[in-house]
């Protein structure tokens, strides 16, 4: 079921704008004009649209569309036109978010003088939010209860609510969906099951919750079950429980979805508090509030740190430019101290003990670390803490580069994962599943199954990619019940805070697949799962007796979220934590944390959690939409489709991997289609802010188009590049004039590039097109992993390498010779085998094409002589590809054969 609109706030602005039109055009004709009748008709068209909307909304809400409707029936148009007017006006400035006064003055039938809108810029702003109460009442008990409530808040609080009345199940997840403003839910005992307000405009945007079936839901359950399902979907709300009957029939983990449960309460003094407490207590930043407090003593500086205070910075004749530019606030906050308020990174006990204590509440962790040295140090620090030398790591051999140095660090052994390749856009996809398998079964097969430690994944990739996460866990533990999971979430942080993309983050799945192993109805299906397989066949089920939930998600939060560069957490949910990793954590933590780590960083971390608990799904619903605005205004506008085309769901995505065929999330003639399902169901996923702009049919590459256009002529920064694509991406920071901006530049160049085309002369009309062509059609092929060399292997032919001997054997030199490029194809040739010493990076597309050890390719020398980048990491073009002697490989072949006949002498004799 699709629309033309991808988010009902998104319709829902468009038809309060579309009314705004309506209501002024009609006031411009007469009664008696023919055109009268058709244009009242289309009028009230959109109130009835509207008010199918509104219902889920208290501002302006189906009350205020009613009287709306009322006053055009009146034939008051004048006054209806300017009401929609002042409603539009409030809904796109968001004004009355924090001057809600705004909403009396304007709404009562007056507007705002000029005098009263300065003084409201001048004044306190307030945060006004609005609360679900869902109980099947009459409207005069609604407005009651608006009355009780509105006398009950200060007016000299920073705080202000209003209720939104839902009346059944189905209406109060529609409106925990589709209203932001929400910030608490209360649910009286026993509402009803079914809406009976649900339209065909509104369906689209629902499938979520037209899908629960609650066909033998009682009516005593139903109150606890909405409970459970908020939970579920909006996890950071505070949710209350009103009801007259007892709960003790209730299983323990329904009733931990409510922060409070009320019995029989007739005073609402107590239920109000207790939103307002709830909202403050999210609101609380205990580390930014407390450096804040520091800033403001006078404090004198005996210790490190001159710029402490701005000291050394405004009493300077010679650097004071620097001060004025930052100001004095960020100099008031630069401190070594970690007393006074503050707290220690490396042993936190108070104000930094909450702050990450309040991060893994909001991130669905059992622990959150913070680390101010960004997501490359915070890889090292899980491997580290969790591989012992000579385990094995199942890793993506394209994931970020810490990844492989960490293992270096570990002493682990990487048996390395392809992906799948996308050579015409010259990326890599996601490693499929197949492979995972594959592997481990190879591992199982050698006898070294037992060595296997941890599947190391990007989740997502740079470029949108997104696994099925529980999928994965699920068939991996049924091999490997005991497997350890990190998921690299530097571009993911975003995730948690919409229902849509959270079910594919590492800390929900392991909440999930912790409490599904231990139901009884899990037990259940696993015996029969068993009892069902044929002889030899891998079961697809873990067993739920040995399976053990360890899941690490490290997260570049400053990549996604409110923070400052180098902000990252790191996200844990294990069973075996604190009897196994706990002390080994701890040391790996201190290993790579800074004793001096940055506050400024620490607090924005902290500033950010604050943001996503209180409006992170707003933000990232937003995002979302900005991105497929993007993506549909460009696949739809001929001038710019002429030159640029956004890669698709099926551009990126095999069909194999796309259970429900979803090609694209738009398309001109059917609109939006919902992703909801794909996401739920398919192997991979595409994330929609990675837009992936594919420039070859302008005849640019990506790293000029990015630099020479983007950046040196609009000022446009952008992601990444590969030979003929740009990587743009949308966050919670992306605004529609940023948006229209980017479209405008482009218009821009396509412009350009037709008036460049019409003054091309027919030979350079063919070269032009040779070019286009060869941009998109000759593309070096992506290698694959190739394999270690013997003399590295963990196990001959079993996957798996030593990678760290191989990089510090490098480190002598008379091991080590270069062999230039252009003589790399004959050196194989002769059947000599070339062994890298180092890893070999090229950006694009910024991952290693060689690792320490590996032996070279005939593909990958051919895909470096292909490559048309600058930058190449690990390569020195005057000197050429560095790699292991001949005699160096002799010798630790000899090595390597002495040692495991050393190792075969003194094996003990198994017992009869």
Excluded at 707 to 723: C, E, G, H, P
Aim: aromatic fraction near 10%; hydrophobic fraction near 35%.
């Amino acid at each position: 079921m699709n629309s033309k609109h991808y988010n009902i706030n998104q319709l829902r602005i468009d038809l309060w704008n579309e009314l705004k039109e309506k209501s002024s055009q009609i006031t411009r004709i007469h009664f008696d004009d023919k055109e009268f009748d058709k244009q009242l008709d289309e009028l009230n068209d959109v109130l009835q649209n509207l008010l199918s909307i509104e219902y889920y909304f208290s501002f302006p809400g189906s009350a205020l569309v009613t009287s709306i409707i009322k006053a055009v029936k009146k034939r008051e148009l004048k006054a209806v036109s300017n009401h929609v007017a002042e409603i539009v006006s409030l809904l796109v400035s968001d004004n009355y978010r924090t001057h809600p006064e705004l909403l009396n003055e304007k709404l009562n039938g007056g507007g705002v003088s000029e005098g009263k809108k300065d003084k409201l810029s001048g004044s306190a702003k307030k945060n006004y939010f609005e609360v679900l109460y869902v109980e099947d009442m009459p409207v005069e008990d609604e407005a009651g209860l608006k009355n009780k409530i509105k006398k009950l808040i200060n007016p000299q609080g920073s705080l202000t609510y209003d209720v939104v009345v839902q009346r059944s199940f189905q209406d109060a997840l529609i409106c925990l969906f589709f209203n932001y403003n929400i910030q608490a839910a209360c649910i009286r005992y026993a509402p009803l099951h079914s809406s009976t307000n649900i339209t065909k405009l509104i369906k689209p945007f629902i499938q979520n919750v037209l899908k629960i079936d609650l066909t033998n839901v009682t009516d005593a359950d139903l109150g606890p079950l909405l409970g459970k399902y908020i939970h579920q979907f909006r996890p950071e709300l505070d949710i209350y429980y009103i009801t007259d009957t007892s709960l003790t029939h209730l299983e323990d983990s329904t009733l931990k979805a409510f922060r409070r449960i009320f019995y029989r309460m007739e005073d609402f003094q107590e239920l109000h508090l207790t939103i307002i407490s709830g909202i403050k207590e999210r609101f609380e930043t205990p580390f930014f509030s407390a450096l804040t407090e520091y800033s403001k003593k006078p404090i004198s500086v005996f210790h490190a740190m001159p710029i402490s205070r701005g000291n050394s910075v405004f009493k300077s004749r010679w650097v004071s430019d620097f001060g004025n530019f930052y100001g004095r606030n960020v100099f008031l906050a630069e401190t070594s101290a970690t007393n006074g308020g503050l707290d220690s990174l490396l042993q936190p006990k108070g104000a930094l003990k909450k702050t990450q204590e309040k991060a893994a509440k909001a991130f669905g962790a059992e622990h959150t670390f913070f680390v101010t040295n960004g997501t490359s140090t915070a890889n090292k620090i899980v491997q580290q803490a969790l591989i012992k030398p000579g385990e094995v790591v199942l890793v993506d051999r394209d994931c970020h580069k810490s990844h492989h140095y960490g293992l270096v660090l570990a002493g682990a052994f990487p048996a390395y994962l392809d992906s799948y390749p996308i050579e015409e856009y010259s990326m890599y996809g996601a490693v499929p599943l197949r492979v995972i398998k594959e592997k481990l079964i190879a591992l199982a097969k050698a006898g070294r199954l037992d060595k296997v430690k941890m599947l190391l994944l990007t989740n997502c990739t740079f470029d949108g990619l997104v696994y099925n996460v529980e999928k994965v866990m699920e068939e991996v533990l049924a091999i490997k019940p005991d497997m350890v999971f990190l998921w690299d979430e530097a571009w993911f942080a975003f995730a948690s805070f919409t229902y849509t993309y959270k079910q594919r983050t590492g800390m929900y799945v392991a909440q999930k697949l912790f409490h599904k192993y231990r139901s009884d109805e899990y037990k259940t299906k696993y015996k029969k799962h068993i009892a069902g397989l044929k002889p030899n066949e891998i079961p697809s089920m873990p067993d739920p007796e040995k399976v053990k939930i360890r899941v690490y998600a490290t997260q570049s939060t400053h990549k996604t979220l409110s923070c400052f560069r180098q902000g990252s957490m790191i996200h844990i949910w294990d069973e075996e934590y604190s009897r196994r990793v706990a002390d080994n954590f701890q040391e790996a933590y201190m290993t790579h944390t800074t004793t001096s780590a940055n506050y400024q960083i620490l607090a924005s971390m902290d500033v950010g959690r604050r943001q996503v608990e209180l409006e992170g799904y707003e933000l990232v619903e937003k995002s979302i939409e900005m991105a497929m605005i993007l993506r549909s205004t460009i696949h739809n506008h001929p001038k710019l489709n002429k030159y640029f085309h956004v890669l698709t769901v099926d551009d990126i995505i095999p069909k194999e991997y796309r259970e429900c065929g979803q090609n694209e999330y738009y398309s001109l003639e059917e609109g939006w289609n919902r992703m909801e399902e794909s996401w739920e169901k398919d192997e991979f996923v595409l994330d929609p802010t990675k837009i992936t702009l594919s420039v070859g049919k302008a005849g640019i590459t990506g790293d000029v188009f990015k630099n020479a256009y983007l950046m040196d002529r609009f000022n446009i920064q952008v992601n990444k590049t590969s030979r003929n694509t740009v990587l743009l991406m949308t966050n919670i920071g992306t605004t529609r004039g940023s948006v229209t901006f980017l479209i405008n530049a482009l218009l821009q160049i396509a412009d350009e590039l037709d008036e460049s085309n019409r003054s091309l002369n027919k030979r350079e009309s063919e070269i032009s097109k040779k070019h286009i062509h060869s941009l998109i059609n000759d593309v070096p092929p992506l290698p694959d992993f190739s394999y270690f060399h013997r003399s590295f292997q963990a196990s001959p032919g079993v996957p798996g390498g030593n990678l760290r001997e191989a990089f510090f054997l490098a480190y002598e030199e008379e091991m080590c010779e270069y062999v230039p490029l252009s003589e790399c194809l004959g050196e194989l040739k002769k059947n000599r085998e070339l062994v890298s010493t180092s890893f070999v990076i090229p950006y694009p597309p910024g991952f290693p094409i060689l690792v320490p050890g590996q032996v070279v390719s005939e593909e990958i020398i051919r895909f470096m002589i292909a490559l048309d980048v600058k930058e190449i990491h690990g390569y020195r073009v005057e000197l050429g590809l560095k790699v292991f002697t001949v005699e160096a490989l002799n010798r630790k072949n000899t090595l390597s054969a002495m040692g495991a006949m050393h190792f075969n002498e003194v094996k003990p004799k198994t017992k009869k």
